[in-house]
């Protein structure tokens, strides 16, 4: 199964908002509503920032935000700060029982 | 504190075999599912498997279903990988993670290189 769609890489000034994408078929986006995001800093291992579409786990802060229209979801971050300059995945549960990621998005914070 | 450390990852020969663990503190892993995702250098994440809470169902990425096996030592709080029939595109960093989908404990990773 091949990866969910992302863009290859966004940027944005400190304070402005962007938004990521991350396309997947009726499979995996569109059938369930089990799309993750993950922020994932050089060496680190990822942080899960959004669960079930739209929610956040505790202590993960109000400015990222996740929504899906049929097969893409997205993911949204508000008043950029520099520490946001990472490369971002989604996930999706799919009808296969199994998970697939997409193949990331490097944002740089101008 | 949640923690889960990986060990046993290392340089193996294609064709090789290798047994990856990861051992959980901080919860009660038999409440979990448990996945193992891995990362390619400078590449993407990827989902390999995962195992329910009893050990009874288990799921693979198509590209290593009959060459990996997931399993779980719940007495032991540790969940395992073994891989055989090693190939070179399987080097990548093995993470264990907390949970079936959403993952927000994960290990620091071990790193698998297959190579001649």
């Known amino acids: 199964q091949s990866a969910l769609t992302q863009p290859a890489s966004v940027s944005g000034s400190p304070g402005q908002s962007i938004t990521i994408s991350c396309t997947g078929s009726?499979?995996?986006?569109?059938?369930?509503?089990?799309v993750s995001w993950y922020q994932q800093h050089p060496g680190k291992a990822p942080k899960l920032l959004i669960y079930?579409?739209?929610d956040r786990p505790s202590g993960v802060s109000s400015r990222f935000s996740g929504s899906k229209s049929d097969n893409t979801a997205s993911l949204t971050i508000s008043g950029l700060q520099a520490e946001d300059e990472a490369d971002y995945y989604c996930?999706?549960?799919?009808?296969?029982?199994?998970?697939?990621f997409g193949g990331g998005t490097k944002l740089t914070v101008l | 504190e949640v923690q889960l450390v990986e060990s046993g990852g290392g340089e193996v020969q294609p064709g090789g075999s290798l047994r990856l663990a990861c051992a959980a503190s901080?919860?009660?892993?038999?409440?979990?599912?448990m996945s193992w995702v891995r990362q390619a250098p400078g590449k993407g994440l990827q989902w390999v498997a995962n195992i329910n809470q009893a050990g009874s169902e288990e799921y693979y990425l198509d590209s290593v279903k009959g060459r990996f096996t997931i399993s779980r030592d719940n007495a032991k709080n540790s969940l395992y990988l073994q891989m055989t029939s090693l190939r070179a595109e399987d080097t990548a960093v093995y993470f264990c993670a907390r949970a079936m989908i959403d993952y927000e404990y994960w290990g620091q990773g071990t790193l698998v290189t297959v190579s001649a």
């Open positions: 009726s499979s995996d986006i569109a059938y369930y509503n089990f």
């Open positions: 901080g919860f009660t892993s038999s409440h979990y599912w």
């Open positions: 996930s999706s549960y799919t009808s296969s029982q199994t998970v697939i």
């Open positions: 079930d579409v739209t």
